[in-house]
T-cell receptor, first 112, second 115 residues
Framework: QKEVEQNSGPLSVPEGAIASLNCTYSDRGSQSFFWYRQYSGKSPELIMSIYSNGDKEDGRFTAQLNKASQYVSLLIRDSQPSDSATYLCAVNMGAGSYQLTFGKGTKLSVIP | DAGITQSPRHKVTETGTPVTLRCHQTENHRYMYWYRQDPGHGLRLIHYSYGVKDTDKGEVSDGYSVSRSKTEDFLLTLESATSSQTSVYFC??????????????FGEGSRLTVL
């Protein structure tokens, strides 16, 4: 059973702080990793993708990947109330795989 | 804007009735997907398509069928709806030409209630 695990939260951070969201996955052969943001009642929206070990930065967002530890994280710097949402980690399990496996999501609340 | 439209957006039906959800895209992308999202389970893949008449099963395909007779339309059918199929259904497309993609664009969702 290929699994993607996330803490369900809620994770509460004050406005301006760094929010750290974590994800672990079970399949060591996983190749590509994604973070989606989902506002309540809305559809998921891709915010970051990462394919190799290390950090990838895009604006206030940084994705971190450690394949040896089977761990992916998302850092949100200078958190804003508009970042309050559920963040979904998703993993593609390898070459030729059409299937993304999603975690259940972490709910983030940024307190003004 | 990936140009994805789902219909209907909301539907209430009774157990045992057939239901068809439609996903329409305007960009002629090759890969299309149907997911369901339930509390405590997250997003789970039902079926996907990699071209006209080319479809395959996902993680939770039992009780569902799909068809793709045109590039732009991907239909999800519940032949005989059950209460366990009450869910929010999302269609997604990939703009990539590669199969191994996780960069998906989702439609607005279809909320189905089976009484």
């Amino acid at each position: 059973q290929k699994e993607v695990e996330q803490n369900s939260g809620p994770l509460s951070v004050p406005e301006g702080a760094i929010a750290s969201l974590n994800c672990t996955y079970s399949d060591r052969g996983s190749q590509s990793f994604f973070w989606y943001r989902q506002y309540s009642g809305k559809s998921p929206e891709l915010i970051m993708s990462i394919y190799s070990n290390g950090d990838k930065e895009d604006g206030r967002f940084t994705a971190q990947l450690n394949k040896a530890s089977q761990y992916v994280s998302l850092l949100i710097r200078d958190s804003q109330p508009s970042d309050s949402a559920t963040y979904l980690c998703a993993v593609n399990m390898g070459a030729g795989s059409y299937q993304l496996t999603f975690g259940k999501g972490t709910k983030l609340s940024v307190i003004p | 804007d990936a140009g994805i439209t789902q219909s209907p957006r909301h539907k209430v039906t009774e157990t045992g009735t057939p239901v068809t959800l439609r996903c329409h895209q305007t960009e002629n992308h090759r890969y299309m997907y149907w997911y369901r999202q339930d509390p405590g389970h997250g997003l789970r893949l039902i079926h996907y398509s990699y071209g006209v008449k080319d479809t395959d099963k996902g993680e939770v395909s039992d009780g569902y069928s799909v068809s793709r007779s045109k590039t732009e339309d991907f239909l999800l059918t519940l032949e005989s709806a059950t209460s366990s199929q009450t869910s929010v259904y999302f269609c997604a497309i990939s703009e990539s030409t590669r199969a191994e993609t996780g960069e998906l664009f989702f439609g607005e969702g279809s909320r189905l209630t089976v009484l």
